[in-house]
């Protein structure tokens, strides 16, 4: 049964200098119990399309559903029904942990003895017990965002939505709100996230739905949309200019490695993988090519814009005010 | 009455979140109690010996229904700066997205700035008891005059959430305190005699709210009140206090409150 069903969402942010379509049309539906990465660059549309789904913002066309239930006209049963954790961690940082989810549990009208309870078995699962019953203001980046999590845990939500849960974390930070959300995941959570990593949407979602310009552009697994990218590729940084053609035909003999005369970089796709990796470094070595760097390289979110809009991803602050007008020269893809 | 309770409930909860942060943050209410010092401090002793009073009375007794204004009025800007910073924060989206009662955000706002000033008015009357500032009326009328600043403080508390979700930034709302309320104050019969000024001002200092709220609290604690004369807000500081009030209110009020709405768009 699918939780979330959204059809032909648009929003458009009016400024005096121009219109910008922040949600284009968007459809999505998420089943239960499965997780949805939402994966685009900034001032894609991903925060507004959270705020819509989670009642902060009104669509100006189309509908969504939670769980049946109307987000502009049952926003209050919806709410009931939801988690929230944004991009920013919003909590209040003059209150301790403790207080804070004592709070958000009474506004989710909890009583106040379920709140205190909750906020403790809370404070405990996100290892925030020590720092409990210190002021917010105090926690470090990545204890605000697990706070700010357990926050939208407190009214124990059939949905939970992420808008960038790890932005601005130090890697170890990110490894363990990954290991905290997928906790959740594994726990039967239906959780609908974005993120600007592909690396994250692959480590935590069922099914990725790529976000450009206000419209989803692709859906599918992170496998298909490897796949679609091209998979894994090669790269070569050659150390002497001149030697950049012939070593293009070493790794590549039918042509296909594209070859950046700037930076001396030779890419190309690698189906065959390792082994292919080392059959490359071989024969640049019988020809004793110098080479600067050598590797096998993921598709990154900028690849996986590159092959499906034709366009680089673009990187715009998603303000409410400057959502990315980003020109349309995307179609070619 | 089910959302009546949630109503309520809700709002007591907000207020005590916005209680709590006095004393995690001392030094809000520490600068605000210190600058009404400095003024009674720089009035009562600096100025004061140079502002003569038409009809004589003590200049301090005179003075301190004007700083309990000002300071008072200053209610605007404290919540203006908090709601602001709730707003960047993202604390305002998170309140929105729980199955709470909207109005609380509000209710619960506005409901612990009252508290808030009761405590700074508690520690101003205590300064001013020390000075040499006395209440010369009876029990009720002192409570009437207390009771007419609280209902003004709750007006200034909508303006203040009015601007506090219309400013871009904390610094904003932070800037609109000495660019709108310190003009507004001296401007008024808070400091000096209406007489004492440029003819031409007269007429706006006469009609400021913040003459008529002095010159109420100074006829209600029996303190001298020169504003009594010649104009019919001087005439009726009591009555014009109660009409401000109540216009300011009507105004900010449902501004702020379609002001929150509106956030959805």
Known sequence: MAVIEAEGLVKVYRSRKSDVRALDGVDLDVQ???VLGLLGPNGAGKTTAVRVLTTLLRADEGRATIAGLDVARDAQAVRRLIGLSGQYAAIDENLTGRENLWMFGRLYQLGTHDAKERATELLTRFDLEKAADRVAKTYSGGMRRRLDLAAALIGRPKLLFLDEPTT???PRSRLGM???????VREGATLLLTTQYLEEADALADEIAVVDQGKIIARGTADELKTQVGGERIEVVVHDRDLLERAAQLIAPDGSASIDEHTRRLTVAAEGGAQQLVDVVLRLGEEQIRVDDVGLRRPTLDDVFLALTGHAAETAPESEETAAPTTAEGESA | ???LRIAVADGIVISWRNLKRVPRIPELAIFAILQSIMFVLLFAFVFGG????PGGGSYREFLMPGIFVQT????????????ADDMTKGLIDRFRSLPMARSAVLSGRTFADIVYNIGLLIVLMLTGLVIGWRVHSGVLDFIYGVLLLLFFTYAMAWIG???GLSVPTVEVAQQLGFLVIFPITFLSNAFVPIETLPAALQPIAEWNPISALTGAARELFGNPNPFASNSFPG???IFMSIVWTIALLAVFMPLAIRKYRAIDR
């Open chain 1, 32 to 34: 239960e119990g499965t």
């Open chain 1, 168 to 170: 601005g974390l130090d």
């Open chain 1, 178 to 184: 990954w290991d905290v959300i997928r906790t959740q």
């Open chain 2, 1 to 3: 009455m089910n959302s």
């Open chain 2, 50 to 53: 140079a502002i003569p009073l």
């Open chain 2, 72 to 83: 008072l009025a200053f209610a605007s800007v404290t919540t203006a700066i908090a709601v």
């Open chain 2, 161 to 163: 959430v009015f601007l």
């Open chain 2, 235 to 237: 005439e009726h500081p």
